[in-house]
């Protein structure tokens, strides 16, 4: 088969399933409303849990920050591109969330990879809950460490695998809050299964970091846990991008010579680190723990609307709710009907989740107000009539 012959036949595999993935050009789309083609939606689709992509002191921060560093950090942190705006934010971040380090890596997908490609040998074995992101997945399947998963959120399966022979060392790795089901991981049972057998607990919090717990420090400190390896995003709860791993002085220092994606990466440009630091504060203040209540707010005003529709969901208490269609064509129609309402949802379809659980996957924000809410509970309910 030539290569273009597989590229096509790979592409109408996908078309034939109704999984061929398209992007839609919108003129804004992180806030309440998104605009595509001069037509306004509300946003249901947004991962700014909290509002803070549009926030006038983020948004003036980042213009300051340009002001004085300029537009990029002109290269990697170990020539020139580490600057006082990133050494501010990893010591702001470590402090808040209280560990010894935190470095900051382009993006989540990015820090993800380092770390497991740092750590694991070929006689180290992974386990991963089977449902943990695909940078997780991907990088645990791509390293010489042998890879195991465990059911998902089942401490006992876990176990039972770490049970099992290893002559290196031994990760767990999942996420704080999962992003295709909303729910949370029982992190305390997890770590302590670990610690049983002298694992690491690697914890991937994207969407619990700047959402869940006090001063919004995400799911761990939520639950009283303190994992070996925290990966905390800032696409999510911060309103930005990036991602920061919190760890040991001596692990950072490990990452520091050993982390390929750290090291021959440009680093974000510090116009970045200095909105990040303002999103930072505001998470962290009053105003923060309004914006929390307020999505909190939402959730359960949509969790009980949705009890009264025939859908199916999850027992998610978070932001991410999703409404569980199965096949992929009926995903897409319901998706469909419900932008010509002018509501803006997206069709999640396998690979992204497992076979026969395509959804629309909804979220709420600190940014939409309670008549939106109520917009969306009565689209859904005339979708089914």
């Known amino acids: ?38 037509r306004q939606f509300c946003n249901f689709s947004s991962n700014d849990y909290l509002g803070l992509s549009q926030h006038p002191a983020i948004v003036r921060a980042w213009q300051q920050g340009a ?48 770390v497991i490609t740092a750590l694991m040998g070929k006689d180290d074995r992974i386990v991963a809950d089977r449902l943990s992101h695909a940078s997780l997945l991907e990088a645990a399947s791509l390293s010489p460490a042998q890879l195991r998963r ?20 031994q990760l767990v790795v999942t996420e704080g809050m999962f992003s295709m089901d909303g729910d949370s991981a029982p992190l305390r049972p997890l ?62 220092d490990y990452l520091l010579q050993f982390a390929r994606h750290l090291i021959y ?31 909190a707010e939402h959730i359960r005003r949509f969790r009980q609307g949705l009890r009264h529709l025939p859908f199916q969901s999850t027992d998610s208490q978070s932001a991410i709710q999703p409404v569980m269609v199965g096949e992929n064509g009926l995903a897409l129609t319901l998706a469909q009907t419900l932008r010509e309402r ?18 629309l996957r909804l979220t709420l924000t600190a940014a939409h107000e309670a008549e939106d809410i109520e917009a969306l509970l009565e689209a859904l309910h005339d979708t089914r009539e």
């Not at 998902?152 to 399966?157: E, F, L, R, S, V």
């Not at 970045?272 to 999505?295: F, K």
């Open 342 to 359: 002018g509501i803006w949802v997206t069709a999640i379809r396998p690979p992204t989740v497992p076979p026969g659980t395509a959804r």
């Open 1 to 38: 088969m030539t290569w273009q012959a597989r590229i096509h036949s790979a592409l109408e595999e996908r078309r034939a399933a109704d999984a061929f993935r398209v992007r839609n050009v919108v003129e804004n789309g992180a806030g309440r409303f998104l605009t595509r083609e001069g």
């Open 191 to 252: 770590h302590e299964t670990a610690q049983r057998q002298n694992a690491w607990l690697l914890v991937d919090d994207a969407h619990g970091i700047g959402v869940m717990g006090e001063e919004g420090r995400g799911s761990v400190h939520q639950q009283n846990v303190k994992p070996e390896l925290l990966v905390v995003t800032f696409g999510k709860g911060f309103g930005v991008s990036g991602a920061a791993v919190l760890c040991s002085e001596s692990v950072a």
């Open 265 to 295: 990466s440009t680093s974000m440009p510090p116009a970045q680190a200095v909105a990040l630091s303002a999103s930072l504060a505001v998470i962290r203040s009053a105003e923060g723990a309004e914006r929390r209540a307020r999505l």
């Open 67 to 114: 002001e004085r560093f300029g537009v990029g950090s002109g290269g990697s942190g170990h020539v020139s591109g580490y600057t006082t705006a990133h050494q501010a934010l990893e010591e702001a971040l470590a402090d808040w969330l209280g560990y010894p380090r935190a470095l900051l890596f382009i993006s989540g997908f990015a820090a993800n990879q380092a």
């Open 150 to 169: 465990f059911a998902h959120n089942d401490a006992a399966q876990l176990a039972g695998l770490l049970d099992k022979p290893c002559t290196g060392q």
